[in-house]
């Protein structure tokens, strides 16, 4: 395997967060930081973020609207962050690329989570019309992640199925399964 830098190699996306821990204030502005520095697509930097820290209204508007299987375990983390993207520009043209800049600047506040040894888990199941309704979104705004931000809890503390993959080895395709031919 070719090296990786290791806030790549050890990036990792647990269930089992403290829950009790919290974010300081610093923390969260350094991971909107990283995500603000991702490229996009003509520099538009579509992304849009709403942070939830644990007990606000925010977070309890957010962990309502994730299906019950991810609200199981999400409850636990310091903070749900709602990343989501602007559809159309300043002039009304289409952003077209939107949701993969919104991708590179999730990435990039994964990258720093790990640089400040706190973990990350995406989420993908949620309601997306209860998140724009409770969250009172503009229609030109289109939820597409919850990124669940805290650190490393007990794994023991989750439901058995839960647990079995927390403490299972991590494994990633092939490098030649994922090359076109």
């Given at each position: 395997m070719a090296q990786l830098s290791p806030l790549l190699a050890t990036r990792w996306s647990p269930h089992a967060f403290d829950p009790v821990a919290d974010l300081t204030d610093a923390e969260v502005a350094s991971l909107l930081?990283?995500?603000?520095?991702?490229?996009?697509?003509?520099?538009?930097?579509?992304?849009?973020?709403?942070?939830?820290?644990?007990?606000?209204?925010?977070?309890?508007?957010?962990?309502?609207?994730?299906?019950?299987?991810?609200?199981?375990?999400?409850?636990?983390?310091?903070?749900?962050?709602?990343?989501?993207?602007?559809?159309?520009?300043?002039?009304g043209c289409p952003l077209i690329h939107a949701a993969y800049d919104l991708g590179q600047a999730v990435a990039h506040l994964t990258v720093q989570a790990t640089a400040?040894?706190?973990?990350?888990?995406?989420?993908?199941?949620?309601?997306?019309?209860?998140?724009?309704?409770?969250?009172?979104?503009?229609?030109?705004?289109?939820?597409?992640?919850?990124?669940?931000?805290?650190?490393?809890?007990?794994?023991?503390?989750l439901p058995e199925d839960l647990r079995l993959r927390e403490v299972g080895l991590r494994q990633r395709r092939p490098l030649t399964e994922l090359m076109l031919h």
């Amino acid at each position: 395997m070719a090296q990786l830098s290791p806030l790549l190699a050890t990036r990792w996306s647990p269930h089992a967060f403290d829950p009790v821990a919290d974010l300081t204030d610093a923390e969260v502005a350094s991971l909107l930081e990283a995500a603000r520095w991702a490229p996009s697509a003509d520099n538009t930097q579509p992304w849009r973020f709403l942070v939830g820290r644990r007990n606000d209204e925010a977070y309890k508007r957010i962990l309502t609207n994730l299906t019950p299987a991810n609200q199981r375990w999400a409850g636990r983390a310091s903070a749900l962050l709602l990343g989501a993207h602007a559809t159309t520009g300043p002039t009304g043209c289409p952003l077209i690329h939107a949701a993969y800049d919104l991708g590179q600047a999730v990435a990039h506040l994964t990258v720093q989570a790990t640089a400040l040894r706190l973990y990350v888990r995406q989420i993908s199941g949620f309601d997306t019309a209860g998140l724009r309704t409770d969250l009172e979104l503009a229609p030109a705004v289109r939820p597409h992640v919850v990124v669940a931000v805290g650190r490393l809890g007990d794994p023991a503390s989750l439901p058995e199925d839960l647990r079995l993959r927390e403490v299972g080895l991590r494994q990633r395709r092939p490098l030649t399964e994922l090359m076109l031919h």
